[in-house]
């Protein structure tokens, strides 16, 4: 997996096909999973991501190395992202039952088990804040330093948001779990 | 935190992706994009850009030329016919200082100045 110095080296050489090249595959997975986080809907947030990569592409000759990299793409996709939802909400076109129908789909998908779409039920109650915490540190396994770069908040506002967010899943499916 | 939770957890989000055809549907969408200018484009902007510079630069040594080429011409007057030259000039401003020539003219000077003014303001 290409690092995000050598692709800041592409850029800065003029070579920003071979950048885009790069970037595509080490970002993909983490756009679409900050995509998704706050879309709740796959083909939303992947439609969203490929939107994001188009921006990502038209704005790279401009990137100018200041901020990191990682730092620039999540900030284009929240925005991209936070955006398609406010105008979704507007048009309506994805109720909440089309956000469970998603969540069964994907409980009925090959390796999940039938208790995984009451856990998901119980994941999409949460709280935006920490549901969008659940998402992105499952989605991947990402580090929490990871996953609050990818939100623009704090490492430790992550840590509180998945702290209780294990509680209140603990308490709703009855495991007792919460710590 | 309990490893079972966890465990449900990281099987609740398995095989949620982008689909396999993803980054062929990004190359998609960037191709389509308006064209960015073309170089022969850009090499006809840079040629009208360089003609101009040219045209520029000709102006003026031409109006330098022709300042200069006055300058001398009078200076050569003056050397060769100066009594000539002044007992003109004299005549020239004893006629120019009588109120039949001067109001006039000075009228016209006045008008000639003012009229780039006067047409801004007029409506079209």
Do not use: C
Request: proline share 5%.
């Amino acid at each position: 997996m290409p690092t995000d110095e050598a692709i800041i080296q592409l850029v800065q050489a003029g070579r920003g096909r071979e950048a885009f090249d790069q970037l595509v595959p080490a970002y993909r997975r983490r756009v679409f999973g900050l995509a998704y986080s706050i879309l709740r809907e796959r083909t939303a947030a992947e439609d969203l991501a490929q939107e994001v990569f188009v921006k990502l592409w038209q704005a790279l000759p401009r990137y100018d190395g200041r901020a990191k990299l990682s730092t620039w793409v999540y900030a284009v996709t929240r925005n991209a992202a936070v955006s398609a939802l406010r105008s979704r909400r507007r048009s309506m076109s994805m109720s909440e039952e089309g956000v469970l129908a998603e969540v069964e789909a994907i409980a009925a998908a090959p390796g999940a088990e039938p208790g995984d779409a009451g856990l998901r039920r119980q994941v999409e109650a949460l709280p935006e804040k920490q549901r969008q915490a659940v998402t992105l540190y499952y989605l991947d396994e990402r580090p929490v330093d990871e996953v609050a770069e990818m939100m623009g908040i704090p490492v430790n506002t992550v840590k509180t948001h998945l702290h209780r967010a294990r509680a209140s899943l603990a308490a709703a499916l009855g495991t007792g779990d919460s710590a | 935190m309990s490893g079972e939770l966890d465990e449900r957890l990281r099987r609740a989000f398995a095989g949620i992706d982008t689909s396999a055809a993803f980054e062929a549907r990004v190359a998609a969408r960037i191709a389509a994009l308006p064209a960015a200018p073309r170089a022969a484009d850009l090499a006809r902007v840079e040629r009208q850009r360089a003609s101009a510079a040219r045209r520029l630069a000709r102006e003026a040594w031409m109006n330098t030329s022709t300042a200069i080429g006055i300058g001398a011409a009078a200076i050569a007057v003056v050397w060769r016919h100066g009594p000539a030259v002044a007992r003109w000039t004299e005549d020239a401003l004893a006629v120019a200082s009588s109120p039949e020539v001067l109001l006039p003219a000075a009228m016209t000077v006045l008008a000639a100045g003012l009229w780039p003014v006067l047409r801004r303001l007029m409506p079209r």
